[in-house]
T-cell receptor, first 113, second 114 residues
């Protein structure tokens, strides 16, 4: 989920395929993580969260995987649909402190029909 | 309907003219926060508030002020706006209940400072 300059990382998939969006987080003390989806012209929308005492969590058509060893988070979307086209952000937090969410720079997912 | 509202949605102003962007939530959330979103930089936190009369700086607080006199409202104040504050601004709120910090975001305010 790290960008270079002004360009977001992009992922283009065919409708019906599975998508995997990756995110490298920065703080080894972070113990709570969230994935957000942002559609054009809208505010970010919560998708799924995971705590550091878990390495996998599943929702409806989405799965988040957490690898604390390499500080890596991924979001898997099953049977991707055109409505999934959006920018996806990961966010990290250290609980019990400021409760501040730190966002990654996002990945743009395009689903081709 | 549970929501976060922001006003105005769009604003064009001139350098130095004080402005306020309002934010209101109807979910009785303790936590509220302001972010700015710029191309290539993602969402960066400006200020946050963990409850009434409790506010703290985020990552990019310079040039901004906030207040939290009531639980539902968290206005963002730009005392003397400058062109580098041209950005898309989001207000968010969340509850600490049940261990989830899911933040609900407002629709955004697009600010242009000339």
């Amino acid at each position: 989920g790290e960008s270079v300059g002004l360009h977001l990382p992009t992922l283009s998939v065919q409708e019906g395929d599975n998508s995997i969006i990756n995110c490298a987080y920065s703080n080894s003390a972070s113990d709570y993580f969230i994935w957000y989806k942002q559609e054009s012209g809208k505010g970010p929308q919560f998708i799924i969260d995971i705590r550091s005492n878990m390495d996998k969590r599943q929702g409806q058509r989405v799965t988040v995987l957490l690898n604390k060893t390499v500080k890596h988070l991924s979001l898997q979307i099953a049977a991707t649909q055109p409505g999934d086209s959006a920018v996806y952000f990961c966010a990290e937090m250290v609980q019990g402190g400021s409760e501040k969410l730190v966002f990654g720079k996002g990945t743009k997912l395009t689903v081709n029909p | 309907e549970a929501q976060v509202t922001q006003n105005p949605r769009y604003l064009i102003t001139v350098t130095g003219k004080k402005l306020t962007v309002t934010c209101s939530q109807n979910m009785n959330h303790e936590y509220m926060s302001w972010y700015r979103q710029d191309p290539g930089l993602g969402l960066r936190q400006i200020y946050y508030s963990m409850n009434v009369e409790v506010t703290d700086k985020g990552d990019v607080p310079e040039g901004y002020k906030v207040s939290r006199k009531e639980k539902r409202n968290f206005p963002l104040i730009l005392e003397s706006p400058s062109p580098n504050q041209t950005s898309l601004y989001f207000c968010a709120s969340s509850s600490f209940g049940q261990g989830s910090y899911e933040q609900y975001f407002g629709p955004g305010t697009r600010l242009t400072v000339t």
